[in-house]
């Protein structure tokens, strides 16, 4: 049986991240840097009932992708699977009581539904955090690349890039609007170091040299002062041409639904 992925950034960018996942009969949040009532919302705007959520899972302290996850947990009473660095990095987003679950950075996560398996595989990144992950997630039949928050293109990345059918991916500023733009020389050197964040040039090479299999991208955690979703997407596209369709997570609103399937 042919398996539908459905994918819903509902944000994306320094403001707040989180997406939703669907596959093998799993719902899956990915981590939660907006409020309950968004979430709830713009699931909803889909036909998703946040309450049938079955795990949320965290990628690293930073608050843009953890603020709301103690709340999150005990409102709708889903458990958080986070590293034991994040979450003590992260105490102040959690009560004692929450449902965390932890995982060390490298494992495979598995959640299992009455359609199947899905596996959930973090891969260790090189960005300012103590812990940090990014994931591919896989129900068997389609691989999906989550990989945002990370400072440079290393080869584990890479190579999991290159087995995925679709990715949501960071892109997150214009080195010509970073160089030249108001942040202060620190906060420019942060950004572009080796620990910061990944620029539409990278990106872009990145789809290039390892998306031969990817079916769509999604180029996320844009800059809202630094980047601009047209310079995003016209970088790439002079590097893969036409031969994927391409979408923008949004800052502020839901991005819509991507899938994979039937």
């Known amino acids: 049986m042919l398996r539908l992925v459905r994918v819903i950034p509902l944000q994306s960018g320094s403001a707040g991240n989180c997406s939703y996942v669907e596959a093998a ?20 705007e889909h036909g998703v009932d946040v309450r049938r959520i079955d795990a949320l899972v965290i990628s690293h302290e930073h608050s843009d992708h953890v603020a709301a996850a103690g709340a999150l947990a005990r409102r709708f009473g889903f458990p958080v ?16 009581t929450d449902p965390v679950r932890h995982f060390a950075a490298g494992d495979t996560l598995r959640f299992a ?45 890479a190579q999991a890039l290159a ?9 997150n500023y214009d080195e010509g609007l970073l160089a030249g733009g108001p942040y202060p020389a620190f906060l420019k050197r942060r ?35 630094n980047n601009t979703p047209e310079l995003a997407l016209a970088t790439v596209r002079a590097a893969i041409g036409d031969r994927l369709p391409l979408h923008i997570a949004r800052h502020g609103a839901c991005s819509g639904v991507l899938q994979m399937g039937a």
């Open 191 to 225: 950004i572009s170091g080796p620990g910061g964040h990944i620029s539409n040039a990278d990106a872009a090479a990145l789809l290039a040299n390892h998306g031969a299999r990817l079916r769509w991208a999604c180029l996320a955690h844009l800059s809202e002062t």
């Open 81 to 96: 699977y986070i590293t034991a660095a994040t979450w003590r990095q992260a105490a102040r987003c959690f009560a004692p």
């Open 25 to 44: 009969g799993v719902r899956l949040l990915f981590d939660a840097g907006i409020g309950a009532r968004r979430v709830t919302e713009r699931l909803a």
């Open 163 to 171: 087995g995925c059918d679709a990715a949501i991916l960071e892109s």
């Open 113 to 157: 539904s009455t359609l199947g398996e899905l596996r959930v595989e973090t891969i260790p990144t090189p960005h300012d955090a103590v812990d940090g992950v990014v994931f591919v997630i896989d129900d068997g039949q389609h691989r999906l690349a989550l990989m945002t928050d990370f400072g440079h293109v290393f080869p584990a990345l």
